[in-house]
């Protein structure tokens, strides 16, 4: 079946500019996470959805990064007054329940933003 | 809190020879372990996990780790690799609390598998 999509895959914006990123979980899975990946280091994670809500968002970095999930299916991540600091591979996961391990976190191939 | 340590950015290795890729983690709490492949240009693939149970592990690919609680380390092996192994690997971890849902990921080893 179909994984786990992102887009767009690449995105350039000037600074001080809004973007959007959007992601599409498996269908069925009602976990969803957002992670970053800046250059050279592993991801980290900003937020996490469980249905509609959002669970536990305590990695976003500040309050120009919000995120969604309206119908607990496709999530955007929205981020307002952009830096050159947020430019990044932005990550989107997904799983069936987030209350175990045991159900694998299926990653997307990622939206490069850079920010100029 | 936890961390992930990937001690080796770049691993060069001869197409055919084994290989060990290391982590090392740090948590006051019980954690699950895993690690991940990047191919250029695509999302991380889960290679194997660790959660309970015996402490070797194997995954995809033929590859396999080690859970060392004492030495709290989880390092993953290839007994032979090939060119198409050439990839990005990340370490991670998830504590075992209830309600804790993120992985913390190590900074990656760049593995090079030369022909």
């Known amino acids: 079946g179909a994984g786990v999509s992102q887009t767009p895959s690449n995105k350039v914006t000037e600074k001080g500019k809004y973007v959007e990123l959007r992601c599409d979980p498996i269908s069925g899975h009602t976990a969803l996470y957002w992670y970053r990946q800046s250059l050279g280091q592993g991801p980290e994670f900003l937020i996490y959805f469980q249905g509609t809500g959002a669970a536990d968002d305590s990695g976003l970095p500040n309050d120009r990064f919000f995120a969604v999930r309206p119908e607990g299916s496709v999530s955007t991540l929205k981020i307002q007054r952009t830096e050159r600091g947020d430019s990044a591979v932005y990550l989107c996961?997904?799983?069936?329940?987030?209350?175990?391990?045991?159900?694998?976190?299926?990653f997307g191939p990622g939206t490069r933003l850079t920010v100029t | 809190a936890q961390s992930v340590t990937q001690l080796d950015s770049q691993v060069p290795v001869f197409e055919e020879a084994p290989v060990e890729l290391r982590c090392n983690y740090s948590?006051?709490?019980?954690?699950?372990l895993f690690w991940y492949v990047q191919y250029p240009n695509q999302g991380l693939q889960l290679l194997l996990k660790?959660?309970?149970?015996?402490?070797l592990v194997k995954g995809i690919n033929g590859f396999e780790a080690e859970f060392n609680k004492s030495q709290t380390s989880f390092h993953l092996r290839k007994p032979s690799v090939h060119i198409s192994d050439t990839a990005e690997y990340f370490c991670a971890v998830r504590t075992d609390q209830t309600g804790a849902n993120n992985l913390f990921f190590g900074t990656g080893t760049r593995l090079t598998v030369i022909p």
């Open positions: 660790y959660l309970s149970g015996s402490t």
């Open positions: 996961a997904s799983s069936l329940n987030s209350g175990t391990a045991t159900y694998e976190q299926y």
């Open positions: 948590s006051s709490v019980s954690v699950y």
